[in-house]
């Protein structure tokens, strides 16, 4: 059994997460703390792409305003047209 944390966009690392090695099975989280930024592991179902997550992650962390749009099929769209290059 994983264990489940929710972390404030806000204390996310600006620019993170950077993208991950092609056959990693998960991403990192640097999170603000009281002196220093801790690091987090996720780690990924074979649903999730690591490097298109990441970006998504990076995108509203350095775009506050586009989370309004988060789960929207459009704002999915988007973000794999963004992503894809």
Do not use: C, N
């Not at 792409?49 to 970006?55: C, G, I, N, Q, S």
């Amino acid at each position: 059994m994983r264990s489940q944390s929710t972390i404030p966009w806000t204390l996310l690392a600006p620019g993170g997460p950077l993208p991950p090695a092609k056959r990693a099975r998960q991403i990192w989280l640097y999170v603000a703390g009281p002196v220093r930024y801790t690091r987090y592991q996720v780690p990924l179902s074979v649903d999730v792409e690591p490097a298109f997550l990441a970006y998504a992650i990076r995108h509203y962390v350095d775009h506050p305003a586009a989370r309004a749009a988060i789960g929207t099929d459009a704002e999915l769209e988007r973000l794999r047209t963004v992503a894809a290059g």
